[in-house]
């Protein structure tokens, strides 16, 4: 199937959900922070992990593993598209609630404001943070020579409106039901490393469990 012909019904898709994405704090508390990510091979084999972590301490109480395939190829603005299914799959596994989920990818600091953070976080209606190693594409936005303090956040803006910041080496946005301002100090207290600690947590378990899967497999 060529994918590329549905690149513009999919492009509408994206921008009618980004309409749905709040950037607002839209939640009681904030104790557990979950994290989400995937690893996937060349066949599109792929393994979802999913963590919860206690804000205070980053004690990981719970985690959870997913083998799964990805049917969607990996075309540049559309990876909520690819992973979505899989991140809300493992997720539902959890038996702990999250108050706060962060999710290795972009959120509304996207070409159309539908990230895979965006995605995520309207489908299952859950506050999120998007946290990427880079952007999709940096010709649709300005970053800021701007810094907003001490730590190095740089403020990324589109036509006059900040989606995002570069802080620690990432690049974080909202995904959706919080501000950019609560997603910075989430990623800062949970950052021992430069990988904030519900995503690196997620990426080495779903790294290492797809792992022992191909070892197991020979």
């Known amino acids: 199937m060529c994918f590329g012909n549905l690149t513009p019904q999919l492009a509408s898709i994206q921008y009618s959900l980004a309409d749905k994405v709040t950037e607002s704090d839209d939640f009681r508390r904030l104790e557990r922070v979950g994290g989400v990510d995937i690893s996937f091979s060349v066949d599109n084999k792929a393994v979802a992990a999913a963590v919860v972590l206690e804000l205070k301490g980053l004690e990981v109480i719970e985690t959870k593993t997913l083998e799964t395939e990805l049917f969607f190829p990996y075309i540049p603005g559309f990876l909520g598209i690819r992973e979505v299914e899989p991140s809300l799959s493992v997720l539902n596994t959890l038996k702990h609630d999250f108050d706060v ?24 209606d859950c506050p999120t943070i998007g946290v990427a190693k880079r952007l999709i594409d940096e010709r649709y936005i300005n970053v800021a020579t701007q810094r907003h303090h001490a730590e190095d956040q740089f403020l990324i803006s589109k036509n006059g409106r900040v989606i995002g910041a570069f802080f620690r080496g990432k690049y ?28 690196r947590q997620a990426h080495l378990l779903a790294t290492e469990t797809f792992k022992n899967i191909l070892e197991e497999r020979g």
């Not at 290795?104 to 600091?109: K, S, T």
């Not at 950019?180 to 600690?197: C, Q």
């Open 101 to 124: 989920l962060m999710v290795n990818g972009n959120g509304i600091m996207h070409p159309r404001g539908f990230g895979l953070a965006s995605h995520v976080g309207v489908l299952r």
């Open 172 to 199: 974080v946005s909202v995904g959706h039901r919080i501000s950019l301002k609560t997603a910075l100090n989430v990623v800062e207290r949970t950052s021992i490393f430069k990988t904030p600690e519900p995503i």
